[in-house]
């Protein structure tokens, strides 16, 4: 009998690591097929996703115009940024929409699924009218409400609240109802999308689970509460984060219907970016656009891995 | 392992996605004939297809011409929105027109052509007035662009509307107290019209309120003796032009519901009839009928009200017909010819102001819109006889604008970061025109700090 010394166990493993990715066994054992298929999706990213990507970084510290060479600046593209009074006003602003969005915008569209979800007669009738606005092109959307806020006397909107005696709103022509009446509109225009994904995932709660709260004499509201929502909870942790990330991106809404007025009161930070690199200096501060966008990107991504840490217990993985 | 074949089909269709992706590249502007590709864009976006048959009109004269040059001519919209993204991706048309606020920034930017060499080759090199081939002049003294179609600021109106609640249409506002009057009785006698509005959205409320001020005796802007600009927003005289807008807007309601206007959204507003009374350039009467088909006889103008502070002037300005940077030297010079012969010709030579305003007329497109002279006062007057049998905008609508205008000093732009100040001067007339109990004091001493900053940034 033999026993092996450590000394040749360990050259026995390295024979066999160096044999795994010893070039030659990777091409007979196709490799150079997976990286033909892999190729085109390498391409597509590196020069739509990761070149652009890699040039914003580079250019949150230049000074750019596109056409003149760009002269490396350090922080100060940072600090500008820090130091523009439209920074925080837009940072304020994009919190009041996520916040607004989230009182609106969440709980709407699963209020709306358990109600269809519960509805016997007639639900493809209900999800598609759910669904229409998602359908409709966002610009469309946007330009079609835009009528809707007339505030005028004559507008839609006004002309509906007269009926009930209600004198004529400003909507988007003042201050304070500009920001609400775009978060009207933007749920108005998503929430389509996220009933669906509720009732997607409504269909997946068990019957059984209904039947023996029934049995225990739960109500309505209890069989939402203690087997609807505990069952959707990683749905609902995933469309929350989504719907964060993506009212902090908000963009069309401001930029179609008010430019960021009246006084600055809907600028929010992509439109802010929008407005460094575009309207500001004639595309003289790409740096501070891309800056911005850095920033809005790091803040993003450390709030989703926070939010994936808190929530991690509590979700079904 | 795989056979050859495959393989070769796979690494085949990976060279053929590379393909397709490399394939986003742009012509040099030299044709396979020899001669010289260019695309122009000289008409807005939506133009009617009355300005189109003009233009295309002018296109074959212009090839008759110069055989060797090929024009396409495009609908386009110079914005500084669009401008920097469409140089870097290479999709800006060859020949674009700027106003008179930009070109000199784009100018000293790097981000237009130098034509000095083509320019002047042109028959009109000499005769051009210094100050107005300013604009299009760099730093470095070399011409970037060729000016054209100067005009000032003036107040249109809609005859109709006038005649509608009670008022003479030939007899238009002559002070700002006048304007205010006439916007209240139209807003009370034609419902659902705004009386007077302002633009207030994408820097061009700033640029109305810059207007405002300067027709009051105020700068926003102050050059020392050293040439070091000192912006001076917070000053008496546009105090003075917020709170007559603020009156207008708050004790008259007579400014309508809609307080974001951005120059074409006015124009739309006006062309419908949902505004009376309006502020914008002088010739503005051209894009409201090659844009919005606007009827030429409900359209009446006059000057712009100046206080009688000696200091007081009427806001000026205007287009350059500039060249892509990125364009070669044939084209360029092609393009210079192509400026000469679309903008400047008909203005010094009769043969071809007769024919451009005989095509113009044709295509239902303004002849007789009001500018100011871009030589001399005296070319001007003699272009004004030559395209005279032609005229289609009513003579008489235009009479209180033409017989005042002479009468008024002109006053150029506030000199530096023109767009940021007005970008900046936005949110004050918005403030004023939606929130009653706006701090004026304090956002106009915001405007000072914030573009002030700007300014010394570049002495660094």
Known sequence: MTVDSPARVRVAKAVRTRRRHNPVTWVQRGGLTTLLFLLPLLIIFGVFSWTPIVEAVIMSFQKTNLVTAPVFVGWDNFVAVFEDPVFWIAVRNTGFFALLALLFGYPIPLVAAVLMSEVKRMKGFYSVLAYLPVVIPPVVSVLLWKIFYDASPNGVFNTILGWVGIPPQPWIQDAVTAMPSLVLEATWAGAGGTIIIYLAALTSVSPDLYDAAEVDGASIWGKIWHVTLPQLRGILFITLILQIIATAQVFLQPFLFTGGGPVNSTTTILLLIYQYAFTQSLGGAYGQATALSLMLAAFLAILSIVYFRLTARWSDN | ?460
Not at chain 2, 252 to 276: H, K, Y
Not at chain 2, 291 to 296: H, K, L, R, S, T
Request: aromatic share 8%.
């Open chain 2, 1 to 460: 392992m795989k056979s050859p074949g495959k393989l070769a089909v796979l690494a085949a269709a990976a060279l053929a996605g590379v393909g397709i992706l490399s394939g986003c590249s742009s012509s040099s502007g030299g044709g396979d004939d020899g001669k010289v590709n260019l695309v122009v864009a000289p008409v807005l976006p939506g133009a009617t297809a009355d300005a189109l048959k003009a233009l295309h009109d002018r296109v074959q004269q212009f090839e008759k011409k110069y055989p060797n040059i090929n024009v396409k001519a495009i609908e386009y919209q110079w914005t500084g929105t669009t401008f920097a993204a469409e140089l870097a991706g290479g999709t800006l048309p060859d020949v674009f027109n700027v106003p008179f606020t930009d070109s000199k920034t784009l100018a000293n930017n790097g981000q237009l052509a130098d034509i000095t060499k083509y320019f002047k080759q042109t028959a009109t090199a000499g005769k051009w007035n210094k100050n107005v081939l300013d604009v299009a002049t760099g730093k470095d003294g070399k011409v970037y662009g060729i000016p054209w179609g100067p005009y000032a600021m003036a107040l249109s109106y809609n005859r109709d509307i006038f005649t509608k609640a009670g008022l003479d249409p030939d007899k238009p506002p002559t002070t700002l107290d006048e304007i205010e009057q006439d916007a209240k009785i139209i807003s009370q006698k034609v419902p659902g019209v705004a009386g007077y509005m302002q633009m207030t959205k994408d820097n061009t409320g700033g640029w109305e309120l810059a207007t405002l001020t300067q027709s009051l005796g105020g700068k926003l802007e102050k050059v020392g003796s050293d040439g070091k600009v000192t912006v001076t927003a917070d000053n008496p005289q546009t105090k003075q032009a917020l709170a007559w807008l603020k009156k207008l807007r708050w004790d008259d309601n007579a400014m309508g519901s809609n307080f974001l206007f951005d120059w074409s959204g006015i124009n739309q507003a006006f062309a419908s009839g949902q505004v009376a009374m309006y502020m914008s350039g002088s010739d503005v009467i051209g894009s409201l009928m090659q844009a919005n088909g606007f009827d030429q006889k409900k359209y009446g103008v006059t000057t712009f009200p100046l206080s009688s502070s000696p200091n007081a002037g009427i806001l000026s300005g205007g287009n350059v017909d500039v060249v892509n940077v990125k364009d070669s030297p044939e084209q360029i010079a092609a393009a210079v010819k192509w400026i000469d012969f679309y903008r400047t010709q008909p203005t010094v030579d009769k043969t071809a102001a007769v024919n451009n305003a005989k095509t113009l007329a044709k295509g239902d497109q303004a002849v007789n819109a009001p500018t100011l002279p871009v030589f001399d006062k005296a070319t001007w007057e003699q272009n004004q006889e030559w395209i005279k049998p032609y005229d289609n905008i009513p003579v008489e609508n235009l009479k209180p604008f033409n017989d005042n205008i002479f009468n008024q000093k002109i006053s150029p732009e506030p000199p530096s970061h023109t767009q940021d100040l007005y970008g900046a001067l936005d949110a004050v007339v918005q403030a004023v025109l939606t929130n009653q109990n706006a701090d004026v004091d304090a956002m106009l001493k915001g405007v000072d700090t914030k573009v002030q900053a700007l300014v010394d940034a570049d002495s660094k």
